[in-house]
């Protein structure tokens, strides 16, 4: 089976209201389960695309001061 991780995970968050997004980021983040990375990555990846160049870099700050 070949399944599109990106297609899937904006698939099942497409209809999900601001509040309910969150919550699934903090129940992923809180699981501490390695299965979730991916779909955390494929929400990254839409956040660094849809960020501005100055957003990019406030986001390569923080990352870089929490290593």
Sequence with gaps: MNV???EYIKNNFKDSSIEELK???LASI????EVVLPGLGVLFEIL???STTDSQNKILTTLHDSM
């Design 23 to 25: 919550d699934s980021i």
């Design 30 to 33: 809180e699981s501490k389960d």
């Design 48 to 50: 660094w695309n849809k």
């Design 4 to 6: 599109n991780i990106r």
